[in-house]
């Protein structure tokens, strides 16, 4: 790992927000694992799980436009400041349920949706704002890797985590961790020094600047092709972690460790490709490498379709993992380094759509499927689907040659 991996610590505004982002997103997946433990010992219903996971990300996927629209309208540092306090909120009227033991299930629901719509508001203003953290624009796309990086390493950290607390102390205590976790986030954001805000003379309502991030989208193939593409392997491929289950308990013969594991190699996988995303020199051909990692996440979930034997499956799942955090980070990065800054709120909103509003809907689709042709046929079948995504856009490359991004952005 060369020095450059960390060069977006140079920005002292990045640093902050790196720091306490990392320790809000522990508590995070602490939440997000307890929600899960609480709603399944309430109910002893998949479908119930399933209809949690749909609540907290479909607010999202609808009323991501209009925190696209918000993000580009107003100050995005003190709209980022309102969803942190409206999550702390939400995390401790969750804490406060789950202390008394007084709630339904409906409660625990209704507050996933309700942090759902706040996360429509905050993931256009908090991707649009590390764009003003970083001070040298060279660095962006490795603030933006590293970010992915955060991102993994909690998710192999707060559900271990989480998992301890729940068996030692109770469901209260995640929940509380994660308001407490909100104090450093907030803290981190009050530190910084941005630039002054200057409020831009508006000409049209919030549906007509709705239309208009629409008309540059159209209008700019660099940017609708990277959608269109995270919009299909969102709805069709990422799902595919959702059959996980299956493989742990039927093809495997194991238990929910077993489960953890399958997860965590895919968080590892995950992990790694987001560093190695970090490391990257500027200058580098990022289109290029979105579509060979494409062929790799395709070819770790072929190989892992139909593994039997669990150590290989293992390996083959950390390779999926590597491959599909390209689509992730480097699509995000892309639309960053390429996007007009006035549209930049708008179009990530489109991305957060692609990426959160796909998910659900293919979760639905690829366990209807599963029951059809089986789990691993499935798998297979993703793997298949992703591959051809990998060539079309090694096709995309060879006919409209892009050249790399600029050093100095």
């Known amino acids: 790992m060369n020095i450059s991996t960390f060069n977006a610590f140079k920005s002292r505004n990045y640093r902050l927000y790196f720091s306490g982002q990392s320790i809000s997103l522990?508590?995070?997946?602490?939440?997000?694992?307890?929600?899960?433990?609480?709603?399944y010992s309430q109910t002893h219903s998949k479908f119930m799980l399933g209809l949690t996971l749909f609540a907290s990300m479909f607010p999202s996927f609808v009323f991501s436009f209009l925190g696209g629209v918000a993000s580009d309208r107003y100050n995005r540092y003190k709209l980022l400041l309102i969803t942190?306090?409206?999550?702390?909120?939400?995390?401790?009227?969750?804490?406060?349920?789950?202390?008394?033991?007084?709630?339904?299930?409906?409660?625990?629901i209704g507050l996933s949706a309700f942090l759902g719509l706040i996360n429509a508001f905050d993931?256009?203003?908090?991707?649009?704002?590390?764009?003003?953290?970083?001070?040298?624009?060279a660095d962006l796309p490795n603030a933006l890797a590293l970010n992915s990086s955060m991102v993994n390493l909690s998710r192999l950290i707060g559900p271990g985590i989480?998992?301890?607390?729940?068996?030692?102390?109770?469901?209260?205590?995640?929940?509380?961790?994660?308001?407490?976790?909100?104090?450093?986030?907030?803290?981190?954001?009050?530190?910084?020094?941005?630039?002054?805000?200057?409020p831009k003379v508006r000409t049209t309502n919030m549906l007509g600047e709705l239309k208009e991030g629409f008309a540059y989208i159209r209008a700019t193939?660099?940017?609708?092709?990277?959608?269109?593409?995270?919009?299909?392997?969102?709805?069709?491929?990422?799902?595919?972690?959702?059959?996980?289950?299956?493989?742990?308990?039927?093809?495997?013969?194991?238990?929910?460790?077993?489960?953890?594991?399958?997860?965590?190699?895919?968080?590892?996988?995950?992990?790694?490709?987001?560093?190695?995303?970090?490391?990257?020199?500027?200058?580098?051909?990022?289109?290029?490498?979105?579509?060979?990692?494409?062929?790799?996440?395709?070819?770790?979930?072929?190989?892992?379709?139909?593994?039997t034997i669990y150590p290989v499956a293992l390996i083959f799942a950390t390779v999926a993992g590597f491959g599909m955090m390209s689509q992730i980070t480097i699509s995000n990065t892309l639309i960053q380094t390429t996007v007009d800054p006035a549209m930049r709120g708008r179009v990530i909103s489109f991305y957060a759509m692609a990426f959160f509003g796909m998910q659900p809907l293919g979760g639905l689709l690829v366990g209807a499927i599963s029951q059809w042709i089986g789990t691993?046929?499935?798998?297979?079948?993703?793997?298949?689907?992703?591959i051809v995504i990998g060539g079309l856009l090694f096709r995309q490359q060879r006919l409209q040659p892009v050249t790399a991004l600029p050093a100095h952005a």
């Open 26 to 39: 522990i508590g995070t997946w602490m939440q997000k694992t307890a929600v899960s433990w609480v709603i």
């Open 84 to 108: 942190q306090f409206a999550s702390m909120f939400q995390a401790v009227l969750l804490t406060v349920l789950i202390y008394f033991k007084h709630y339904e299930v409906w409660q625990i």
């Open 221 to 307: 193939p660099a940017i609708s092709l990277i959608l269109v593409t995270l919009a299909s392997v969102s709805l069709l491929v990422l799902p595919y972690s959702t059959l996980m289950p299956v493989y742990a308990k039927d093809i495997f013969k194991g238990n929910a460790s077993t489960f953890g594991v399958i997860d965590s190699a895919i968080g590892m996988g995950a992990f790694c490709g987001a560093l190695f995303l970090a490391s990257l020199k500027p200058g580098k051909n990022l289109r290029k490498i979105l579509a060979f990692n494409t062929l790799v996440f395709g070819a770790g979930l072929v190989l892992f379709s139909h593994s």
């Open 123 to 137: 993931v256009p203003a908090r991707q649009s704002l590390v764009y003003e953290m970083v001070e040298n624009k």
């Open 162 to 198: 989480a998992g301890l607390a729940l068996e030692k102390f109770g469901e209260d205590i995640c929940f509380g961790i994660n308001a407490i976790s909100f104090i450093a986030v907030i803290g981190s954001l009050l530190c910084m020094k941005l630039p002054a805000y200057t």
């Open 376 to 386: 691993p046929n499935t798998v297979l079948l993703q793997g298949l689907v992703t």
